[in-house]
């Protein structure tokens, strides 16, 4: 389970990584902030990128995910019981797991049918996101029955 943990805490190292660079102005994977909205948030009618809080926000949270597969498996010292770190991983997989699921749901299509995110999020965002949550998912239910 540890090559798990470290595969969940790297793609979301990198994940954070791109919030991070989206709140200090980044642009890619667009050539300006406009197309740089319509590749990664789709909301309609979407012409710039939500506030550098929105994004250090949304890091902040990832941030804190991807320490928790490694809280887990015991790499480094946590205050938290294992009983307690495997329920938080369990919801954190709830949640990957149900952006995952709505990513492929007419209504969020609805929501975000920009394109090009239209077409990323099931290819690309609403898979890794469960992947993503059936990763925490396994951990979890791991160390529940260990």
């Known amino acids: ?3 798990l943990a470290f595969i969940l805490s790297i793609v979301l190292l990198l994940i954070t990584t791109l919030h991070v660079y989206w709140g200090i102005g980044g642009i890619w994977p667009g050539r ?3 197309s740089c909205a319509r590749a990664v948030v789709g909301f309609r009618s979407v012409d710039e990128m939500p506030a550098p809080f929105a994004s250090f926000a949304v890091a902040a949270c990832l941030g804190l995910a991807t320490l928790w597969p490694m809280a887990l498996e015991g790499v480094f010292a946590t205050p938290f019981p294992k009983a307690g770190l495997a329920a938080t ?3 954190i997989a709830l949640v990957f797991l149900a952006r995952g699921i709505a990513g492929f749901t007419p209504w969020w299509r609805r929501l975000t049918p920009e394109q090009p995110f239209a077409r990323f ?7 890794l996101c469960l992947l993503i949550g059936l990763g925490f998912a396994i951990l979890a239910i791991t160390e529940f029955s260990a």
Do not use: E, K, N, T
């Open 121 to 127: 999020d099931v290819r690309y965002y609403s898979p």
């Open 1 to 3: 389970m540890i090559v």
């Open 89 to 91: 991983a369990l919801l």
């Open 32 to 34: 300006d902030a406009a």
